[in-house]
C-alpha cells in the first residue's frame, strides 16, 4: 500500500485530506470542525472570506487535540492584499482563530490592483516573525503561480484550486509536480455531484467503496495532490477520511481520467502510467 496520508512537498508533511469549512458559519461550523477533528481529520482549511475563523478557532481551543497537531490554513480575503491590509487583517484572523500562527497562509484569489510581490512581500514578513510557518496561493493559474513563486522569497508551498474528476487541472498539476508545489483540491466531490456518476460506482463496488471516496482517492492518488472536502455529518466526515485502506490501479486511475477526456501524455509521464 502507497503511504498517501501525507503530502510532502519542500519538505512540509501535510495531511492529505483537510477539512473544508466554506458556507459554515457559527455553531454549526463549530460542531463540525470539532466532529471533523475527532473522526480524525488533522488539516482544517479555512477564510477571512467565509467568516468562520473564531468558530474554527473555538473548535480547535475547545478540542483533545493540541494546536501543533492540527495543521491550519487560512486565506486573505482579495480586498486585504496591499501590505498593511495583509499585516492588519491577518493580525485580526490570529485574533479570531486564537492562534499564535498558521501552518499555511494563502492568497485567495489574484487580484490585479496590488502586485503579487507586495501581497507575497507582506507575507513573508509573517513568516519571518513566525506567526506564518508557509504561503500560498489560490485559484492562480499556471502563469500566476509561476509569477507568484518568482516574487515570494518563501517557498509557494500550494495552489488550492477546485479539482475534480469532472475538472481537468492536467497543465497546472504537471506544472505542481515539476516544481514541487502541492495542489489543494477544493470542491473535490464537485459539491455531491459526483455520487451517481457510473464509473466511480462501478470501482466503488470493487472495492467495497462509495463513488465519493474513489474520488478522493483518484485524487490523492495523484503526486502532490492533496484534498479538503467538506462535510457537516459525522458519517460523510467518516466517509471522507477512510480512503487509505484501498488502492487503485494505474488502469482504475486512467478510466477515471478517461471518463473526462482523457490525460495529457506529460502528466501521464509524471504519474508514472
Known sequence: MVDTEYVT?????????GFGTARMTGEECVEAV?????????HVDTA???????????????????????????????????????????????????ADYVDLLLIHAPRDYVP???????MNELRERGEVRNVGVSNFS??????????????????QVEYHPYR???????????NDVMLTAYSPLDVGDLAGDDALADLGERHGKTPAQVALRWLIQQDHVSAIPKASSREHQLENVEIFDFELSDDE?????DARGGLT?????????
Not at 470539532?34 to 488533522?42: E, K, T
Not at 473548535?59 to 499585516?87: C, G, M, Q, W
Not at 500566476?144 to 500550494?158: G, H, N, Q, V
Open 9 to 17: 512537498v519542500r519538505g512540509v508533511d501535510v495531511p492529505a485530506i
Open 34 to 42: 470539532a466532529s471533523a477533528l475527532d473522526v480524525g481529520y488533522r
Open 48 to 98: 477571512q472570506m467565509y467568516d468562520n475563523e473564531e468558530a474554527v478557532g473555538r473548535a480547535i481551543r475547545e478540542s483533545d487535540y493540541p494546536r501543533e497537531d492540527v495543521f491550519l490554513t487560512t486565506k486573505l480575503h482579495p480586498s486585504n492584499l496591499a501590505r498593511d491590509d495583509v499585516l492588519d487583517s491577518f493580525h485580526g484572523s490570529l485574533e479570531r482563530l486564537d
Open 116 to 122: 503579487v510581490e507586495e501581497t507575497l512581500g507582506a
Open 142 to 159: 499556471v502563469s500566476e503561480l509561476a509569477e507568484a513563486m518568482e516574487a515570494s522569497e518563501a517557498p509557494i508551498l500550494t495552489n
Open 168 to 178: 481537468s487541472q492536467d497543465e497546472l498539476l504537471a506544472f505542481c509536480i515539476e
Open 253 to 257: 486511475m486512467e478510466r477515471i481520467f
Open 265 to 273: 501524455d506529460r502528466v501521464r509521464s509524471l504519474l508514472g502510467f
